[in-house]
C-alpha cells in the first residue's frame, strides 16, 4: 500500500491534465470524462484491495465521479472565452479529488489520522459543490437546449439519491435505518428544483439556490440521525442558508 498514499496526488494531477485537454480542445470531452472515471475506480479498488476496514470501493466512487463529471458537463455551458473560470475548475477538480481520496485513503490505512482529517466534512463540502454542478446544469440544459422537464427532474432525483447516500455512508450512518430518509430528502429536493424551473433566475443562481436547500436539508437530516439535532444546530443550518439565499437573490442578475 505505500503507492496508496501517493495515489491521491497522482489521480489529482492526471486529472488536472485531462481537463486542461478538454479546455483547449472540447471535442474531447468523453475521451476526458471516460479516463477521469476509469482513473478515479481504479484508485478506489486499488486502496480498498488491502484493507482489513472496508471493502465496498463503489461507495468511495460515487462522489468523485458525480463531482467531476457534472463538472465538465458545467463547464460547457460557460462562454469558452472565461479561461480564467475553466482553471478555477481545473484546480477545483484536482484539490477537491486529492483532499477527498487521501482521507479515504487515512480511513482504510490509519482511521486515527483519518479522525484530523475528516472524511466526513471534505464529503459534506464536496456533495454540496456537486448538488450545485448536478442543478446548474440541468437548469442550463432546460434553458439553452430546451430538453424536457421530466427527463431532467429524472436525472437530479437519482443523482441526488445517490449523493443522499454517499453522505449517510461518510458519516457512518446505517442505510438500513436511514432509507426512508434518503427517500424523503430526494423527494423534497425534487419538489423544489421542479419548482426552481418557473422561476426568472439563470441556471447559476436556481443551482446555487437548489444547492444551499440540499445543504440544510441534509445538514439537519445528519444531525437528527447522529441524536445531535437541537435549537443551536437548527438555528445555525437556517440561520446560515437562509441567509445565504437571500443574499444571493438581492446580488443576482434576473433573466
Not at 474531447?28 to 482489513?52: D, E, G, M, N, Q
Not at 487521501?102 to 475528516?118: D, N, Q, T
Request: proline share 3%; net charge positive.
Amino acid at each position: 500500500m505505500h503507492f496508496g498514499r501517493s495515489l491521491p496526488l497522482f489521480v489529482a494531477l492526471f486529472t488536472f491534465i485531462l481537463l486542461e485537454i478538454f479546455f483547449i480542445k472540447p471535442k474531447f470531452i468523453y475521451f476526458a470524462a471516460t479516463l477521469i472515471i476509469l482513473l478515479i475506480i481504479s484508485a478506489a479498488r486499488r486502496l480498498t484491495r488491502h484493507s482489513l476496514i472496508d471493502k465496498t470501493w463503489w461507495n468511495m466512487i460515487i462522489l468523485p465521479i458525480i463531482f467531476s463529471s457534472s463538472l465538465i458537463a458545467y463547464s460547457v455551458l460557460l462562454p469558452k472565452t472565461n479561461l480564467f473560470l475553466s482553471q478555477v475548475l481545473s484546480f477545483l477538480n484536482a484539490g477537491f479529488l486529492f483532499f477527498y481520496l487521501r482521507a479515504v485513503y487515512f480511513y482504510l490505512i490509519l482511521p486515527s489520522a483519518e479522525k484530523k482529517i475528516g472524511l466526513e466534512n471534505i464529503s459534506s463540502y464536496g456533495n454540496f459543490l456537486a448538488l450545485f454542478f448536478v442543478s446548474a446544469t440541468v437548469y442550463g440544459m432546460q434553458s439553452f437546449l430546451n430538453t424536457p422537464i421530466w427527463l431532467l427532474i429524472s436525472i437530479f432525483l437519482l443523482l441526488s439519491g445517490l449523493l443522499t447516500y454517499q453522505v449517510f455512508w461518510s458519516n457512518r450512518i446505517s442505510v438500513n435505518n436511514g432509507f426512508i430518509y434518503i427517500l424523503i430528502c430526494c423527494l423534497v429536493l425534487t419538489e423544489l428544483a421542479w419548482s426552481l424551473f418557473y422561476l426568472p433566475f439563470n441556471f447559476n443562481v436556481s443551482g446555487f439556490i437548489l444547492a444551499i436547500y440540499y445543504y440544510i436539508l441534509i445538514g439537519l437530516t445528519r444531525a437528527y440521525l447522529q441524536d445531535r439535532l437541537n435549537n443551536r444546530v437548527i438555528k445555525l443550518y437556517l440561520g446560515l442558508g437562509l441567509f445565504s439565499i437571500f443574499a444571493i437573490l438581492f446580488t443576482a442578475r434576473w433573466l
